[in-house]
């Protein structure tokens, strides 16, 4: 039996499976999805500006990245959510792997060596303590 159209399934479904936590991604960050894991596991489980001092003072270059998406996902729990800032902690944090950018090296004899520059998906997902 028909249960309704399927565009208003389709809808009723993404309600059920939609982030009710504040989050914020970086999608396409030219980072590989290993090295931002190395920064994101040292912000985890910790309060925002604790994180967010963790970053500012991190020599690699994924903390820069990492910096703006916790930014953002403060930004977007305190104006969208009305959450404050000083209860937020970071919950949850992914790095998935994004496209590859495919290019070629010219080495001797008529050889080419394969570059693959990596890319990733970058999700901090914060909640209240």
Known sequence: MAKGHRSQIKKKRNEE???TRPHAHHKFARISDRKA???LEQIKGKGVAEAAAILNYSPRYGAYLIAKVLKS????????QGLDQSDLFVEEVIANQGPTLKRI???AKGRAYRINKK????????NER
């Open 17 to 19: 499976n939609k982030e």
């Open 119 to 126: 890319m990733s998906h970058i999700t901090i997902i914060l």
């Open 73 to 80: 996902a403060a930004a977007n729990a305190e104006a969208n």
């Open 37 to 39: 894991r190395i920064v």
């Open 105 to 107: 090296q010219p080495r």
